[in-house]
């Protein structure tokens, strides 16, 4: 997910995508607990994107 995709969005529709976002992290750490995982790079992806979207949402806040 891009930066400048995330910056477009309303602050609802941010609180709305990080908790997707938190959720799928939580899917991933723990829906895979005791088998191989396909993708290994994919929870690193979900974090980054997390904090991108935290980025955003802080930086509208203080104006």
């Avoid at 908790?19 to 799928?24: D, F, Q, T």
């Avoid at 723990?30 to 790079?41: D, L, R, S, Y």
């Amino acid at each position: 997910m891009k930066t400048k995709e995330i910056t477009n969005r309303t602050a609802a529709d941010l609180a709305k995508m990080l908790a997707e976002k938190r959720e799928a992290l939580r899917v991933f750490r723990f829906g895979g607990a005791g088998a191989k995982t396909k993708n290994v790079k994919e929870g690193a992806a979900i974090r980054k994107d997390i904090a991108r979207i935290l980025t955003v949402i802080n930086g509208k806040n203080t104006g």
